[in-house]
């Protein structure tokens, strides 16, 4: 990852491979923002390069020219942000991002983005090192681009001084991101549940964070019928993966919940060829929440934290669950199996149970759950679903602040019947309309009760389109894995722990 600092200096006179420039738009067209703060000469030669390569303005788009006069920098980016009176805090984290992901390759970066708040800084930190990603595990012969070398944010010395703690947490956080994109970009021939399940070992081996891993004997043993049935068409054993974090003093308890599908065929239920291929990012909610769970250690946040990694891969062969099968999850309850491509639920509904014995305040639990996510709500916005209305509320308030797109939905009770089953508890499938809600529904069934009788507050992220972009990449976010959710979980854990849910 690049190196990061903040600086005082003007931003003009330091040099660097790329100064990077907001542009934006008002009534008369594109300007430069910030153009007060600027040189004389350097605000003329800027306005007159907007011009010159027909600039608009418009979000995230970027023009690399030469240097001018009175700039240090090799060249200048101008990057676009929009109406310049709406600029907010995401919109400088995408602008930062747009920016050093299309500079990949460059040594040192310098931002001199309109800033002059120390919330602003680290907006356009936190973008800047989420844009400096590149994967090349794969690529020979030292093929593909490294991300920029260093990244140097200009701003007021005192909104500097106020992002300190906001820079410290920016590094940490994108520690967190690229490392949940890594592990969402490797190929499933290399990444499978036992494999996984050491990469979280080696993770957090020096952070205060305790490891424990049952594998198939274990789960076998324990009743976690829905692991091990999933799991069972492959040669590669399913794992559940637990992660402690206890500081001391914590007096709430957090339980994230990961689905960990390293990669989903579908089973019997196999799923068509096209596209199979991105269903290797079937785990990005457990490496979401393994990612997240390391940066919680890392900024010491004052809250009890465990992780819960479902880890399976879902094939067909002569040993693939079939429908009609039913099997028992953890605790007792039988489920019959209609189709084996409706597998997430089933490895979840093991972990949901299994942390609700550890009688946690709050269980999430965030999932590539179901296409109908993608029906619903696009490729970019998660949903949220939950038993507690402020919890939801919580979530999507801390999302919209970490800047994540979440949205919230519903869990229709006249949805629950069509889960019916003639022989078990519980079908792990119903109507099709609306069947983003019925997974969300059928997790609910798995959710534990207090001790006062009500439900524990839980909550249901569904990121099944946002967590890996199959399309162009955009902002700070790449093709491929995106990291999707991190920020939103730590987000949830630093407010629950400075304000507890009820």
Same mark, same amino acid.
Not at 225 to 238: D, E
Not at 276 to 303: C, F, Q, R, T, Y
């Given at each position: 990852?690049?190196?990061?600092?903040?600086?005082?200096?003007? &931003?003009?006179?330091?040099?660097?491979?790329?100064?990077?420039?907001?542009?934006g738009?008002?009534?008369?067209?594109?300007?430069?923002?910030?153009?007060? %703060?600027?040189?004389?000469?350097?605000?003329?030669?800027?306005?007159?390069? @907007?011009?010159?390569?027909?600039?608009?303005?418009?979000?995230?788009?970027?023009?690399?020219?030469?240097?001018?006069?009175?700039?240090?920098?090799?060249?200048?980016?101008?990057?676009?942000? /929009?109406?310049?009176?709406?600029?907010?805090?995401?919109?400088l984290?995408?602008?930062?991002?747009?920016?050093?992901r299309?500079?990949?390759?460059?040594?040192?970066?310098?931002?001199?983005?309109?800033?002059?708040?120390?919330?602003?800084?680290?907006?356009?930190?936190?973008?800047?090192?989420? #844009?400096?990603?590149?994967y090349?595990?794969?690529?020979?012969?030292? /093929?593909?681009?490294?991300?920029?070398?260093?990244?140097?944010v200009?701003?007021?010395?005192?909104?500097?001084t106020a992002?300190?703690?906001?820079?410290?947490?920016?590094?940490?956080?994108?520690?967190?991101?690229?490392?949940?994109?890594?592990?969402?970009?490797?190929?499933?021939?290399?990444?499978?549940?036992?494999?996984?399940?050491?990469?979280?070992?080696?993770?957090?081996?020096?952070?205060?964070?305790?490891?424990?891993?049952?594998?198939?004997?274990?789960?076998?043993?324990?009743?976690?019928?829905?692991l091990?049935?999933?799991?069972?068409?492959?040669?590669r054993?399913?794992?559940?993966?637990?992660?402690?974090?206890?500081?001391?003093?914590?007096?709430?308890?957090?339980?994230?919940?990961?689905?960990?599908?390293?990669?989903?065929?579908?089973?019997?239920s196999?799923?068509?060829?096209?596209?199979?291929?991105?269903?290797?990012?079937?785990m990005?909610?457990?490496?979401?929440?393994?990612?997240?769970?390391?940066?919680?250690?890392?900024?010491g946040? !004052?809250?009890?934290?465990?992780?819960?990694?479902?880890?399976?891969?879902?094939?067909?062969?002569?040993?693939?669950?079939?429908?009609?099968d039913?099997?028992?999850?953890?605790? #007792?309850?039988?489920?019959?199996?209609?189709?084996?491509?409706?597998?997430?639920?089933?490895?979840?509904?093991?972990?949901?149970?299994?942390?609700?014995?550890?009688k946690?305040?709050?269980?999430?639990?965030?999932?590539?759950?179901?296409?109908a996510?993608?029906? &619903?709500? #696009?490729?970019?916005?998660?949903?949220?679903?939950?038993?507690?209305?402020? @919890?939801?509320?919580?979530?999507?308030?801390?999302?919209?602040?970490?800047?994540? %797109?979440?949205?919230?939905?519903?869990?229709?009770?006249e949805?629950?019947?069509?889960m019916?089953?003639?022989?078990?508890?519980? &079908?792990?499938?119903?109507?099709r309309?609306?069947?983003m809600?019925?997974?969300?529904?059928?997790?609910k069934?798995?959710?534990?009760?207090?001790?006062?009788?009500a439900?524990v507050?839980?909550?249901?992220?569904?990121?099944?389109? !946002?967590?890996?972009?199959?399309?162009?990449?955009?902002g700070y976010?790449?093709a491929?894995?995106?990291?999707?959710?991190v920020?939103t979980?730590?987000?949830l854990?630093?407010?629950? %722990?400075?304000?507890?849910?009820?």
């Amino acid at each position: 990852m690049p190196s990061l600092s903040v600086t005082a200096k003007d &931003a003009v006179s330091q040099s660097a491979d790329a100064l990077v420039i907001g542009i934006g738009t008002n009534n008369s067209g594109a300007v430069v923002a910030g153009a007060q %703060a600027l040189p004389t000469p350097v605000r003329t030669s800027l306005t007159q390069a @907007l011009k010159a390569v027909g600039a608009t303005g418009a979000k995230e788009t970027l023009h690399r020219i030469p240097s001018v006069a009175g700039v240090s920098a090799k060249s200048v980016v101008l990057v676009g942000l /929009g109406p310049v009176r709406e600029v907010g805090l995401e919109t400088l984290r995408r602008a930062a991002g747009a920016a050093t992901r299309e500079l990949a390759g460059l040594g040192k970066v310098v931002f001199g983005l309109p800033v002059s708040t120390g919330e602003e800084v680290t907006a356009v930190a936190e973008g800047a090192l989420f #844009g400096a990603y590149t994967y090349n595990r794969y690529r020979s012969n030292g /093929g593909g681009k490294n991300p920029v070398g260093a990244i140097v944010v200009a701003g007021p010395a005192a909104a500097n001084t106020a992002a300190r703690a906001g820079i410290r947490r920016a590094k940490v956080l994108a520690d967190a991101v690229h490392g949940t994109r890594d592990l969402i970009n490797t190929a499933p021939i290399d990444l499978y549940p036992a494999q996984f399940a050491e990469d979280a070992q080696q993770l957090v081996k020096d952070l205060p964070v305790a490891v424990t891993v049952l594998d198939e004997k274990k789960l076998l043993k324990g009743g976690y019928g829905g692991l091990i049935a999933v799991g069972q068409g492959s040669s590669r054993p399913p794992r559940l993966v637990r992660l402690d974090y206890k500081p001391a003093g914590a007096t709430t308890h957090v339980a994230l919940v990961g689905k960990g599908i390293t990669f989903d065929s579908g089973g019997l239920s196999i799923k068509p060829a096209a596209n199979m291929d991105d269903m290797k990012s079937d785990m990005s909610g457990a490496a979401a929440v393994l990612h997240a769970v390391a940066a919680i250690a890392e900024l010491g946040l !004052p809250i009890q934290v465990s992780g819960w990694l479902a880890l399976a891969e879902n094939m067909p062969s002569g040993t693939a669950q079939r429908p009609s099968d039913v099997i028992t999850i953890r605790g #007792g309850r039988t489920v019959e199996v209609l189709n084996t491509d409706a597998e997430g639920r089933l490895v979840l509904a093991d972990a949901i149970v299994a942390a609700g014995e550890t009688k946690p305040d709050v269980i999430v639990d965030i999932a590539t759950l179901t296409g109908a996510q993608l029906v &619903a709500l #696009g490729s970019r916005t998660s949903a949220i679903m939950a038993n507690d209305d402020d @919890l939801r509320g919580l979530v999507h308030n801390v999302a919209e602040q970490a800047g994540e %797109a979440f949205w919230p939905m519903p869990l229709p009770a006249e949805l629950r019947p069509s889960m019916d089953s003639r022989v078990a508890d519980i &079908a792990n499938i119903g109507e099709r309309f609306g069947g983003m809600l019925v997974a969300g529904l059928f997790l609910k069934e798995f959710v534990p009760s207090t001790d006062e009788g009500a439900q524990v507050s839980w909550a249901h992220l569904d990121i099944a389109g !946002p967590s890996y972009n199959t399309g162009s990449a955009y902002g700070y976010t790449p093709a491929g894995g995106t990291g999707h959710g991190v920020r939103t979980m730590v987000a949830l854990c630093e407010s629950l %722990a400075e304000s507890p849910l009820h």
